[in-house]
């Protein structure tokens, strides 16, 4: 497939409320879309880079700047597909979400090319996803528990209360007393504790959690395996797994027992797929996480989510927990908290061009 440009598209995001998390608050989503253009036709993904670099050291403007200077111009000049941009792009260290977005722009073209899916591509099983919704930190319980009764009577199966510091087992015992313990709950911290912590953490073992995200420091792998030793919640690790390597690491470390699968931060879908497959033959569930992603990023989730070993409910929830209007036509819940996968080629989904326009803040065009 020749690629005959790129455009790197920034886009503004309001989100409907704001999501506070023990790194920031996010108000609005600075998006910046991905489109390769090819001579059979175009290709489109997301990157899920914030705007500023405290999830991960990644941060838009330079997720931007990498692509531009470094990553497009990679590219073999006499034909790509998405298996040989993982390649080309290998050599460059880090960078994960700005590779990932140039590979799934790459695979996107490649499939809508093919007529296949990426639920198809990726192997996915199932044809519907269950679905979970991450609550953000709040400023009171009252107003917490208004927030997670709203999602429940949506449907979300499952929720993730964030917690940091002072905001932790008083939440999380909130919940449970008001909504009962066969909701299906788990924490996600952020990196926000240290391993003085796990006396205090190991109180969250008495509420029956599904599993705590990334409690510890994103490079704190072997500290993470000696706090698992203390709780009897699963550690999850987010944060922490940047590849398959990283999760080989951490399973044979006894870091984590579960992993949130953030394609973004893995450098792509294809490396989110083989994390699946390591992490399958170790029994390891894993599930898919999310990066506030319009619907454009949401697609290719839901396909990913629809792999066999995913088998916790994901972050993947609907549009209308993020947007008034969402960049493409809006995933909805079912009554019973799923998302139908998409089965169109490719992402199966496009930016709808009034909403695009609308959104669309600057418009840079690479051209190959
Ligand atoms: O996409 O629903 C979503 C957000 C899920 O909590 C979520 N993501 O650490 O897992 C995580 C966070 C990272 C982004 S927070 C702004
Ligand atoms: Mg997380």
Redesign the pocket.
Known sequence: MKISGIELRRVRMPLVAP?R?SFGT?TARDVLLVRVVTEDGEGWAECAA?SEPR?CSEYVDGAQDVLRRFLIPALPEDGVDAETVGRVLHPFTGHQMAKSALETAVLDAQLRSTGQSFAAHLGASRDRVPCG??VGIMDSLPELLDAVEGYVEEGYVRI?L?IEPGWDVAPVRAVRERFGDDLLLQV?A?AAYTLVDAQHLAELDAFGLLLI??PLANDDMVQHAQLAKRLRTPVCL??SIESAADAAAAISLGACSII?VKPARVGGYLEARRIHDLARAHGIPVWC?????TGIGRAANVALAALPGFTLPG?T?GSG??FATDLTEPFVLDADGHLDVPTGPGLGVEPLKDVLDEVTVSNEWITR
């Open positions: 999501f998390t996010e914030m999830y919704v991450s993730k964030k996600d952020n995200e990334q987010d944060e949130n996480g999310g990066m506030l992603e972050d929830s927990r993020y």
